[in-house]
Structures are given as C-alpha cells and as structure tokens.
C-alpha cells in the first residue's frame, strides 16, 4: 500500500494549499484580532486553515486512487465509506468557516455537529461493541447510537478545545493519526491506514506555517475537521479489527485532548457556567502559568502525545493481561498528571462533595431536631414549654434570633391582633408577658441589613394566636433550601399547641396530648 506516497503529497498539498488559503483570508480579513485575554498575539492572524487541511486530505487519496494500482486500495475507494467520510468532511469544514467567518452562536454549532454525527451513525460508522481486555467486548445494544454521536461531538470539542496555542491542535492530531496509521498497518487494516496517512500528511504540511509564530490559524473549520477525522479513522480502525482493545488505540491516542475537555467540563460545571464559555484553564494555559514559552508548552504537549502513542501501539501486540497492565500504567499517568495539571479541579470537586455531604448531614440532623421538637410540643403543659422546645431547634438549625408574640386573650378571636401589638417588641429578658425573645450568641446584635428575616403567622381554625419573627445572619451565602419548610413545621406545631393550651386555660378543661 501506497501509505508513504500519500502521506508525502498530503504533505505537500496541506502546505500549497495553505498559504493559498492565507492570501485569501488575509485580503478578505477573516483574521484572529488579539484581544488581550486568550488571543495574546501580537497582530491579526488569517483564519481558515482548515481548508487547506480538507484539499490535501482528499486530494491526496483521489490522486493516489488514481496513480496507484493497489487491489486493496482501489476496493475501499469502490466503497462508499470514503465518500461518506468527504461528505461528511465536507458539511464540518463548512460549518466552522461559517463561525470563522460570521460567528455561529454556540447553540447553532452544536446542532450542526450534532446533525452530521447522527449522519454518520445513520450512514454506517457505529460504535457497536466497547474493547474489554479482561474478556470478550461489550456490546452496547440500544446504547450503540447515543455512545456513536458521543464519539463524534467529543472528537471533534475535544480537538476544538486544545487550539489555543500555535500548533498545538494540529500536533496532536499528527501524533494520533501517526499513532492510527502505524497500528492499522500492523493490524492490516488499509482503510484506516489510508486515511491516517493522508490526515498525518496534511497535519504536518500545515504545521510548517502554524508552528509558532503562526502565519495562518486552523480556525474552527480547522479544529471541527481535525476532530471529525480522527473519529472516523478512529472508529473505522476499530470496526475492521478483530482485537479486542482496538477502539482503546484511538482512546488512549487522543488520551490528551479527552482529559482536557474533561477537565473544561468538570471546571465549567463546577463553576456553573455555559460549557462553551472561554477561559484561560487549560492544560496549555496552566504550563504557560508555569513559566514555560509557547514553544516549550507545546514540546511538553508532544511529549505526552508521543508517551500515549507508544501506549497504544503497544496494544497492538499485546495479550489480555498485558494489556490491562499497559492500562493500569496509563490510569496511574492519568491520575498523576489531574492531581498536577488539574489541581484546581480536584480541589473544587473535592470542595463541592464535601459541602454536599455536609449539606446533607445538616439537613437529616435539622429534620430530626424539628421532628422531635414537635413531638415534644403535643405534650407541652405550658406556653413556655414550647418555647423552649422552639429554641431547642433554633439553635440546631444555626438561626441566629427568634420573637414570638402571641395575642393577648386566650384563644383570642379572629383578626389580626386580639389584643396584640403589630410587631414583637424587644424587650430584656427571654419572656415577657405572651412575647418571647431569644438571641444565640453575638449574631443576635447584627445589623438587620445582613439577616435573614422572615414572619410567620399563626392561625387555627380561624382564630389569631400571633406571629413568629425568624432572623438569620447570612453574609452573602444562599440560604438552605429547608430552612423556610422546616419553620413552617415548627410555626404550625407551636400554633396547634397554643390553642390546645389557650382553650384548655379559658374553658378549665384538662390539658389533653394533641393528636398527630
């Protein structure tokens, strides 16, 4: 198989068909303008890359196609799977120029991809089975669709993603396809091959004008292409591979890009921001931080896309053991590379769980105070039993003050007082009269600015018993989301008990337990 020769004229194509495509964007002022945040260069830069990419991609395999006698090559060029994967090269290059050249909003772009994945699934690239090198493979079933268009989208972000330095998107690209081409010619498979050399070629004709400092950007018609073809040659070189790690090869070749989106993810979610909102975490922006220049960031970048090449050829003649050995290898990098690179990650994921495991603690352990508390209450045989049953609560729940003012007349009639001041007053002491006051600690002399305030009105069975004021200091943070329903727990036990002991003290009757 011609592998050598196409590799050579993608080469070639990639570089005369780029510096054809920079005059053209450079007149027509498609340019990357500087913006002081993350693009940091010091004067516009043509976009559009990706175009050369696309020419000497399919330029190179129609013209070896059409030189070369190959039985093997001239079968899968019969084949309609080249032409699918052109098409579908084809709408991705179109889409990015389209957001080069106008600015497709987010929500466009991932329908666009979103389409052309589907497509692919639709068209006959499918990911029917996961490699399993303790044991036969996992077939996905009904799962095998949504996992095929995961494949695509995050091929194609996760290249998208890692363009933020001058030749990086591209390098790693040529590393993982070179990665491909060397594992399909091992396994004999020439559709993959043939691809992987044409993409290999066309990456490092393209680097010879993007190696920093840049002459031409990929743009996203660049980045969105880079990744979509290494998804098909990816899965392609896995559907025509009896290993059962094949569809790990591309995996771990693309292992860089795939921790980074993951950790964008991560980041984003944890930030709670868009997924497509920028910013300057990246791995390749955390070893700029580090004091490394941009070619040095991005020799480092290479170096980890060579160590997860060597990796995943090593797949290629392995056994089942060996490989899971090779895996444990590569989950030990992994894992030491996020604690290094993804600290800040780790430490606000590690902050999130903890706080949601407090949260959690502090809600059962407010709800079981409340329970008893108003368990408590149905046996109060006086006012200031529930009072101090209330309080007993407060103070679990971290409230920082409570009145309650009570109406003057047992049982007191309907209205809004029956004797009773429209406001509680602050008095000294913890009781006066029917009002009650309590204060935990120095909170309860903060400025009412900054609490939490909130009254709840007592009522039963159309008669007025008073009102409950609840003040909480909260400094800025959010209150908890059961604070409000557990009050309204405790305010309607305090407003049942009230009445049983109000209309048991006005009619003489023996104090009775409120039922449930």
Same mark, same amino acid.
């Given at each position: %198989? ?62 070896? *196609? ?26 991705? &290059?179109? #889409? ?58 995050? @091929? ?38 043939? &691809? ?6 066309? @990456? ?16 996203? @018609? ?48 944890? !930030? ?21 220049? =941009? ?5 480092? %970048? ?11 050829? #090593? &797949? ?18 992994? =894992? ?11 430490? &606000?994921?590690?902050? !999130? ?43 679990? %729940?971290? #409230? ?46 903060? *400025? ?19 009102? #409950? ?48």
């Amino acid at each position: %198989m011609p592998y050598g020769a196409v590799f050579a004229l993608a080469a070639a194509m990639a570089f005369a068909a780029t510096l054809v495509v920079r005059s053209c964007a450079q007149r027509a002022g498609v340019v990357d303008r500087p913006d002081g945040f993350r693009k940091t260069q010091e004067q516009g830069v043509p976009l559009l890359g990706g175009i050369g990419v696309f020419v000497a991609f399919c330029g190179s395999i129609l013209i070896v *196609r059409a030189l070369a006698q190959a039985p093997q090559l001239n079968h899968f060029m019969a084949t309609r799977d080249v032409r699918l994967v052109f098409a579908g090269a084809a709408v991705v &290059m179109l #889409l990015g120029v389209l957001d080069d050249v106008w600015g497709l909003r987010a929500r466009w772009r991932l329908l666009g991809m979103l389409l052309v994945s589907i497509g692919m699934y639709a068209a006959g690239f499918r990911i029917t089975a996961v490699s399993n090198p303790f044991g036969p493979a996992i077939q996905l079933g009904w799962l095998a669709p949504v996992v095929t268009v995961f494949w695509f989208l995050g @091929c194609m972000n996760a290249i998208n993603l890692m363009d933020g330095l001058d030749g990086l998107a591209a390098g790693v690209a040529f590393f993982a396809s070179g990665t491909v081409l060397l594992a399909g010619m091992a396994l004999g498979n020439a559709p993959a091959s043939l &691809m992987a050399a044409a993409l290999a070629g066309a @990456c490092v004709g393209f680097l010879v004008l993007n190696f920093h400092p840049a002459s031409i950007y990929l743009g996203d @018609c660049g980045s969105l292409l880079l990744g979509f073809l290494l998804a098909c040659v990816g899965l392609r070189g896995a559907q025509k591979s009896q290993m059962v790690v094949a569809l790990l090869i591309p995996l771990i070749a693309l292992g860089l890009p795939i921790m980074d989106t993951s950790l964008a993810i991560l980041r984003r979610w944890l !930030k709670a921001v868009p997924f497509f909102c920028s910013d300057r975490q990246h791995i390749h922006h955390k070893l700029l931080e580090m004091g490394l220049s =941009y070619r040095a960031a991005v020799i480092v %970048m290479y170096g980890a896309c060579l160590i997860l090449a060597e990796i995943a050829l #090593l &797949m290629t003649a392995t056994n089942s053991r060996q490989a899971a050995a090779l895996l444990l290898v590569l989950g030990l990098l992994t =894992y030491l590379a996020v604690r290094t690179i993804g600290r800040h990650e780790y430490a &606000m994921l590690k902050e !999130k769980v903890g706080g949601y495991v407090e949260r959690r603690h502090r809600r059962m352990e407010v709800r079981a105070a409340a329970n008893v508390a108003s368990a408590s209450m149905r046996n109060a045989r006086s006012v200031q039993d529930l009072w101090t049953a209330l309080t007993g609560v407060a103070k679990t %729940m971290g #409230l920082d003050g409570m009145d309650l003012a009570l109406a003057d007349t047992p049982a007191g009639g309907s209205g809004d007082g029956g004797g009773m001041s429209g406001r509680a007053e602050h008095r000294r002491g913890d009781r006066d009269g029917r009002h009650f006051h309590w204060r935990n600690g120095p909170n309860g002399q903060t *400025r009412d600015d900054i609490l939490w305030t909130a009254v709840f009105p007592m009522q039963v069975n159309g008669s007025w018993l008073g009102r #409950l004021w609840v003040h909480k200091a909260t400094n800025g943070r959010p209150l908890e989301g059961d604070v409000p329903d557990t009050l309204q727990l405790l305010t309607k036990a305090v407003a049942l008990n009230t009445y049983r002991l109000d209309h048991a003290e006005s009619t003489g009757s023996t104090l009775s337990r409120t039922p449930h």
